[in-house]
């Protein structure tokens, strides 16, 4: 599709995750407007062949990830509590951007509720971690 370039190639995407609709954007690293690399056009044709199957895996970490650190959270979370199914982490995680690395790392970057200065992230390729958007980009 058609990207524009602004510090980085991006454009606008809606995707459906955690049971709604989101408008997303598409981001793929860029220095001094230099074209997308071929493993950050692998990595984005990757993602759309396999985009829903990715996203509810991705939903199912994201509640596993919540649950197992809930006691670490809600030290930044006051209204803390353990995750059932994906529709409610749609009032915890807000998607922002995919971003495609120079390298092909495919990311979901997000805002969240415990951690409202530096933001979630969930690298989706080349291994699944999640973490704070600071210690992946």
């Not at 995707?15 to 860029?30: G, H, N, P, T």
């Not at 990595?43 to 649950?67: C, D, H, T």
């Not at 809600?74 to 209204?79: G, K, M, T, V």
């Not at 992230?121 to 210690?135: F, K, N, S």
Request: negative net charge; charged residues 30%; glycine residues 4%.
């Amino acid at each position: 599709g058609h990207m524009e370039y602004h510090h980085r190639w991006y454009k606008t995407d809606e995707y459906e995750m955690f049971e709604r609709r989101w408008q997303i954007s598409v981001v793929a690293k860029a220095y001094s407007g230099k074209p997308i690399t071929e493993a950050e056009r692998a990595s984005y044709k990757r993602f759309q062949e396999n985009k829903q199957a990715m996203l509810n895996l991705l939903a199912e970490k994201v509640i596993e990830f919540i649950n197992e650190n809930f006691d670490v959270l809600r030290f930044n979370w006051p209204e803390a509590k353990k995750i059932q199914d994906a529709l409610e982490l749609s009032t915890v995680l807000m998607p922002t951007s995919l971003l495609f690395k120079q390298d092909g790392t495919t990311l979901l970057l997000f805002e969240c509720a415990w951690d409202t200065d530096a933001g979630f992230a969930v690298q989706i390729y080349p291994d699944w971690e999640m973490g704070r958007q600071d210690l992946f980009l």
